[in-house]
Every structure is written in C-alpha cells, then in structure tokens.
C-alpha cells in the first residue's frame, strides 16, 4: 500500500537538444510496467491525472509529463502534437524506460497515438481517455483555424489575460478556496499563445486514415455525458482500432476531476488490461 503519504516524486529534468521540463514520477511495485501520462489542453499533468496517481501507484511504474508550452514543460514558440510525443519518450529515455504504455486524456490521445507511431519499437499498448481521432469536421476545420494566428499574437501581448480566462473555465463552479488557488498556481507558468497554438494543432489533427494499423493493445476509455468530444466519436475512435477494448464512465469531458470516483477505477481496469494484453506479446525488435 502508499500509505498517507503522496507517492511521488516531482523534479525537473533537462532533455538534450530539447529543453527542460518538469515529471512527477511513481516508482510503483519492483518491475512494473510503466504508464507515461498525456493530459489535456490547457491543463498540466499534475491537475489532469492527481486524483489517479494513488491507484495507479499500487500497479505500474507512473511518469506524469507537462506538455510544451503547459505548466512546466518545455518552452516553444512552435507547437507541434509530434514534438510532445517525442518529448515523451525522451522522458522515458532519460529514466532509463525501454517499453511504455501511452496513457492520453483528450489531446494526450493524439499525442499518444503519435508516440505509438513514431516511436513503435518503445509503446507497448495505448489507453485512450475522452479523445477522438479527429475534433473538428474537415469541412469546417480550415475556416476555424484561420482565426488562430491573431489570437496566438493577441496571446503574447496579453499572457495574463488569456491565462486569467483559461483558470476561470477550469475552475467554474468551483468555491473560492484552496482547490481554486491550487489550479491557479499550477498554471502560473503556462504560455497562453502556445495553448493557442496547440488549439489550432488539435483542429488539424486527424488519424482517422491510420488507426486501424493501430497494432499494440488498446483501452479507449470513453466520457458517456462528454459534451466537448461528443460520446459518438469516441466510439468511432474504438471501433476505428482492430480489437481496441471499451470501458465507459458516465462523466463529461472533465470526468478526470469531477467523477473521479468512476473515471479512476474505469482508468485502472483500462490500464490493467493493456498491460495484461502487452505481456502476452513478443516486445518489438
């Protein structure tokens, strides 16, 4: 058992020829597998995934990352999903982790799905959270990414601003209080122009066209009440991947936080699986 005591570990890391960025770390049981957890836009690892890092402790070696751009991650002026994904298993390399399962919530999907793709040799299985496999119909994605660039610029010369507006929208219906001064710290270091940026990525996103070579273990773990990723695009998403395995939480998009005490089990039963399913297999040469 973990105990009252939190079970990890925060540092800063510095990641060669790419910057420094902050982990939280879970050693877990002696030769568990390993979880690298991809939060969501505009959060951080820590406000995406601390309700399930007690779980997910007693079972697998966890590592928490903070996207570019979000909380502590690696500063840019040039947001691409591919680089989070590369950053990822540049984490993994520094510690020393050979194999993973990709654990994504929301734009962690794609970015997930992307260190599957890119890194094939280390992703061991993959856990789908609240995501999709495109977030905006083709047909209106280029009209909607056009706006971008002004905001991105609008950003940079009013950070505060723009940060100001991200807390309130994560912390309504919240109380004034320690909770809302937690999000508040926690997002003192995010770079509003590149959430912008990674906005306008996230549009652009489709991997309708390649999910189904999709050949590792996959859990798609879906947010039945979910109004900002429509619950029918999230089956999509399972029935695009040969075999992935379903697990529902009824919760909306912020399920995470707000009905944990159904998300963190559904996530743990999710993870479990992939991991049962990886150590059937052959690792990748």
């Known amino acids: 058992m973990v105990g009252d005591h939190p079970p990890w570990t925060d540092r800063d890391i510095e990641l060669p020829g790419r910057g420094r960025t902050s982990i939280r770390e879970v050693q877990g049981p002696e030769g568990a597998p390993t979880l690298v957890l991809l939060h969501g836009l505009a959060a951080t690892g820590r406000l995406n995934w601390f309700l399930a890092l007690r779980a997910l402790a007693e079972r697998f070696r966890v590592i928490v990352v903070d996207h570019r751009g979000h909380g502590r991650g690696i500063r840019t002026h040039h947001f691409r999903l591919a680089d989070c994904a590369d950053d990822a298993v540049a984490v993994a390399d520094h510690l020393g982790v050979e194999s993973l399962i990709a654990v994504g919530y929301s734009m962690g999907g794609p970015i997930a799905k992307l260190c599957w793709s890119r890194h094939r040799d280390r992703v061991r299985g993959l856990v789908l959270c609240a995501t999709a496999n495109h977030f905006m119909r083709p047909q209106v994605r280029g009209v909607a990414s056009a ?80 109004q900002l990723v429509p619950p029918n695009r999230q089956y999509r998403l399972a029935a695009s991947i040969p075999r992935a395995k379903i697990f529902e939480v009824a919760g909306d998009h912020l399920a995470c936080v707000r009905a944990a005490s159904q998300f963190v089990p559904a996530l743990l039963e999710a993870c479990e699986y992939v991991a049962a399913e990886a150590a059937t297999r052959p690792s990748p040469a």
């Open 147 to 226: 706006i971008f660039p002004g905001m991105i610029v609008t950003a940079r010369l009013m950070p505060r601003f723009f940060r100001d507006r991200i807390v309130d929208g994560m912390t309504r219906g919240l109380p004034e209080g320690e909770r809302r001064d937690r999000v508040r710290r926690e997002m003192e270091n995010t770079d509003p122009a590149t959430v912008m940026q990674a906005t306008r990525a996230l549009l652009r996103f489709s991997s309708g066209e390649w999910a189904a070579g999709i050949d590792v273990p996959t859990a798609v773990v879906i947010t039945t009440e979910d």
